[in-house]
């Protein structure tokens, strides 16, 4: 017994454990095997995996239309349906209405509550972008498990209109 509880305190490694894709992916392809150090992330490596899903939801529209929300009955998520994954499209935005920047944050905010749920306490701030009209900048606050401790961070996220993904 002892000598197993050994291994275990020996095993302990602090950070966040890694998203499943990230887990999956072969960074080297030609080695036989890598560490398993690969499966945890550093509080940095952390805070740019966060990142990345962020702009990756974010910046995905879905291939079918939601049903709006009117407010009448209960509300079913349909999250978890492949062709719902992203942010719905923001093209009816205002960025100069207060209501409109409202609204969009709120969509932000149950996207990311959802998709990203090593994010908790998560408040949205959305302004336009400073040089693109067709894009908006979201700053995500939430905060991060690592280890023991809840830190806040902040992820500013840079949200493509669909014009400017088909253009490119």
């Known amino acids: 017994m002892s000598k197993r509880y050994n291994l275990e305190q020996s095993t302990v490694q602090a950070g966040a454990l890694a998203p499943l894709f990230d887990r999956l992916t072969d960074l080297e392809p030609h080695l036989v095997s890598e560490p398993s150090s690969y499966q945890i992330l550093t509080p940095a490596e952390l805070k740019e995996s966060v990142q990345r899903e962020l702009e990756l939801v974010l910046n995905t529209r879905p291939t079918v239309r939601r049903p709006p929300e009117d407010g009448h009955g ?14 719905r499209d ?6 100069a209405s207060d209501t409109g920047r409202r609204d969009i944050g709120t969509e932000i905010e149950r996207v990311v509550t959802y998709y990203e749920p090593r994010l908790k306490n998560i408040k949205v701030r959305v302004s336009k972008h400073p040089q693109d009209p067709l894009a908006l900048v979201a700053e995500i606050a939430g905060d991060l498990k690592i280890g023991e401790i809840l830190e806040r961070f902040t992820f500013p996220i840079t949200i493509h209109n669909l014009l400017q993904r088909d253009e490119s």
Do not use: H, R, T, V
Not at 74 to 85: K, N, S, T
Not at 90 to 95: A, E, K, L
């Open 74 to 87: 209960e509300f079913i998520p349909d999250f978890a349906l492949p062709q719902f994954f992203g942010l």
């Open 90 to 95: 923001f093209s009816w935005f205002d960025g």
